[in-house]
């Protein structure tokens, strides 16, 4: 080739070169318009370019792609890659935006989670996938304002929140409450994780919208629901070397306006021994078989849902060989039925007036069959005492019309009406049969002056035919800068005792526990106050939190311990609870990372003892792997245990060990992100019990130690979407 040819096809090379890279057209928009300003970092070369007031900038490519890195201020920190000679257009995610996402538990007016004057915490479907959790009950368990105890004979979860707990805390499916409580708790592995899309946890009395029993606090689990063109259809299988053995298959269809959602699976766990027992689980074996389904439609104006919810699941107690030949002994089963069905309906149309309705029916029943087994022979026959058989149903219904009026762009204005009604039957409780009614209309203000937020809600309940007292609340947002927000809050708090504190007749060989209908109502009074500052350091969205309560309330209801075998519910007088918690979020597009230490202190008529908790969460993204890692942590420093003392008549505090619990795993994409694998440990500081000086009780040991996990274990977690 000669010389001047060859200076000819550089140029031509060159030439085609330049146009290619002058073809490479970049376009940053936010809300559908352009952004000027955005800082474009072009990894190839190490350049930094700006937008111009069109929103678009020309890239200079030498290689065939580049990563590039997106910044400006009050906006996601984002990163992507761009083609040579591509045009491109990237939509920018502002911070606002991200606070934005609706808190679907508020009523009022549909408000933003930053713009809520609310207390509200949120588990997303990203942080329960981070944690692999396969139920609610994992899912909340490195939750810092949460406090949680797990009843080994029964299965179930007592959840506090700044310090109450019990009947005093409201769990709601899509609003609607959970029933079935044994001993005042809810067994919260029950509510599987493959049809849920997040948590909503709102601190503080919620008497105004969801009645007595939300003085603490409300727990709000929501159900995914499909509407568009998508469709999935997913297979989850979970491995754990707990003995933990799951399987669920979910489908989603949207079809324009209408939706379809279905869920089914098995949760098996083959139960845990500590030490050499013979015979029999430390905690017991649960099978669990589930199925879900949700129909929507979407218009205009409305949303309609329609869902049931069918659990069943089977739990089995062997008891030890009896002396002096160990040839014969008592075992328990336990089998329990939960059906929930809920018709919603959301008027929302474009002008000042809306409207939702929601009507609800829920069952639950559990049934305890007690057996003679002759392990020789390996027959057995129900034992011939009345008492070790029982079978308890649960059963409710519910109407909950809520009505919203924007009367000005700053004024709003709600008004509701409830009407509940719960039974209980069984042969341990008085009569046979009891229930508790209720009707209300409750409403609430909602005013805007200038950016400060003022809301003010008001209840009437008639709580079993007779006049509850007027419960009502007052909460504020005060923005103190552009970036500074404070919100605070005061509630009365009320709660009439539940059917079982008042009619429970519980006699066995293993139990005596009574109810009280001399029960009075808890009356007391709540204060709440939250100071958040969100701010931009270099690349990174950081938020601080400062947030302290205090509670105040008479009559409190307990379950007291008399003996190891005896127990009777009883108002102890009075009860407060204060604490505070301080929190720190970091955020950009490859890093989540959250810390909060909490402290709540608990008095019960002799003085304040506090218990110290440390919570965080590390959710790391690789995406050039397509891996994910994340680490979860719990540090339980000091901690208190309350019982009754029937010595001194009086509840006494006993300390609990420190102990501290993580989790960590790792999971990659494949196959077009078709199949995800995770790999984990939980509990890898491999913690089983902890010291605690207790006198024993209605299912707790008096050894003075408690159980807390069944020990370090590993896990694999495999999903893989048909259609993604």
Sequence with gaps: MSRSLYIAFILVFSALELIAQEQTLLRINSKGKALEGVEVFLAENQSLNRTNVKGEVQLQLKGSSSVIWLYKQGFKYQADSIKAGEQKVIELISLETQLREVVITDFQSNASLGESVLNVRKVSLEQIEAQSAQNIEQALSHQAMLRSNRDNALNMNSMKIMGLGGENVKVLIDGVPMIGRMLGNLDLSEVSSNSIQGVEIIEGPMSVIYGSNALAGVINIITKTNLGDKKSLKLDTYVGGDGNYNAGLSYDQGIGKNGLSLSAGRNFFEGWNFGDRERGWTWLPKEQYYGNV????????????????????????????????????????????????????AYNPKGK?????????????????????????????????????????????????????DYRKKTKFLLGFDANQERLRGPRITDGIQTNNELALYGSYEQRIRTTTWRLGVRQGLMNQEWAPVVFALQSRIPLSDNLILRASYGRAYRIASIKERYLDFVDSNHEVYGNSELEAEDGHSYQVKLTKIFKFGQIQNSIELAAFYNDINNKIELLTLTPVQAIYQNIGQFVSQGLNFGYHLTNDRLDLRADYNMIGIDFGNGLDYSNRVSSQLMFKLPKWKTNISVFGSAFLKQYVSFYSSETGEVERTPQETYGMVDAQISRKFFQKRLSMTIGARNILDVTQVIQNNI?????????TTFVSNGRNFFINASFNVFK
């Design 294 to 345: 949700k129909l929507s439609r979407q218009t205009r104006d409305w949303q309609v849902n329609l869902s049931s919810r069918l659990s069943h699941a089977f739990l089995l107690d062997r008891g030890i060989p009896m002396q002096p030949y160990g040839e014969r002994a008592i075992d328990r089963e336990f089998r329990r039925l939960r059906a929930d069905q809920l018709l919603s309906a």
């Design 353 to 405: 007036f809306g409207a939702r309705l929601m009507v609800h029916q829920n069952y639950f029943e559990q049934v305890k069959n007690t057996f003679a087994r002759d392990l020789v022979e390996l027959q057995q026959e129900l034992t011939p005492v009345e008492a070790d058989q029982d079978t308890q149903r649960f059963s409710a219904e519910g109407l909950k019309l809520i009505t919203n009026y």
């Design 696 to 704: 024993g009780g209605i299912h707790q040991s008096g050894s003075g």
